[in-house]
């Protein structure tokens, strides 16, 4: 075996699932072959590392700037849990990717450990908001309910709870039948007349 391929090899195929996962294409992570560490030398680590740097930072920003929108849309606290709860599922996405088992483990642990900076980063700015409104002189007990929704909706379970139907530690499985990754493209919905 010369080490030579005609299509590019695992290289190639993880560079092409990033650059579709980042345009928000459907792709199936599984497909993904495994990259022993040994495979490749330190300079072609670090470049599938930039890609695969860019394209976690595009999927985040594009559900940090989802998720804003979402979030000063919601008329009440249960609109603004809903769309916290809903966020989930695309950081979610963004930790599996991170955390990918085809990855070497010094990789995944250092994306997942960056991943994981910028949810616990996200989830900081959101109460310093709350704590920036409340200065600025908004009602307290609306701040205080707001500051509770945002608490029991925490982005960072993300960190610690399984994705929604996978079985989490205790064995059950959390219903996730009505989230979404909200950065995804739309999809098509088809309402009887």
């Given at each position: 075996?010369?080490?030579l391929?005609?299509d590019?090899?695992p ?16 792709v199936d992570?599984?497909?993904l072959?495994?990259?022993p560490?040994e495979?490749w ?7 599938l590392g930039?890609h ?11 559900w940090?700037?989802?998720l804003v929108?979402a979030l000063?849309e919601?008329?009440d606290?249960f609109s603004?849990g809903?769309?916290l709860?809903q966020?989930?599922?695309g950081?979610?996405?963004?930790r599996?990717l991170?955390?990918h088992p085809?990855l070497p483990?010094?990789?995944r642990?250092?994306l997942?450990?960056i991943?994981?900076?910028q949810?616990?980063?996200v989830?900081?700015?959101l ?6 409104e409340?200065?600025?002189g908004?009602?307290?007990r609306l701040v205080?309910?707001?500051r509770r ?11 610690t709870a399984p994705?929604?139907?996978m079985p989490?530690?205790?064995?059950t499985t959390?219903?996730?039948a009505w989230?979404?990754d909200?950065a995804?493209?739309?999809?098509r919905r088809?309402?009887?007349?």
């Open positions: 075996m010369t080490g391929w005609g590019g090899g290289y190639q195929a993880w560079v092409a699932f990033l650059r579709r996962w980042a345009a928000l294409e459907p992570p599984a497909t072959p495994a990259l560490e495979q030398d330190g300079d072609t680590w670090a470049r930039e695969l740097g860019a394209a976690l930072g595009t999927r985040l920003t594009a940090a700037e989802h929108r000063n919601a008329r606290e603004y809903r769309e709860a966020a989930r599922t950081l979610h996405t963004i599996a991170a955390a085809g483990e010094d990789l642990s250092t997942t450990e991943v994981d900076g949810i616990t980063q989830q900081g700015q109460e310093q908001s709350l704590d920036d409340a200065r600025r908004a009602d307290p205080e309910r707001r929704t945002l608490r029991d909706n925490a982005l960072t379970v993300t960190l994705p929604p139907g989490s530690t205790d064995g959390p219903s996730g989230s979404y909200p995804a493209p739309p999809r088809i309402v009887p007349g």
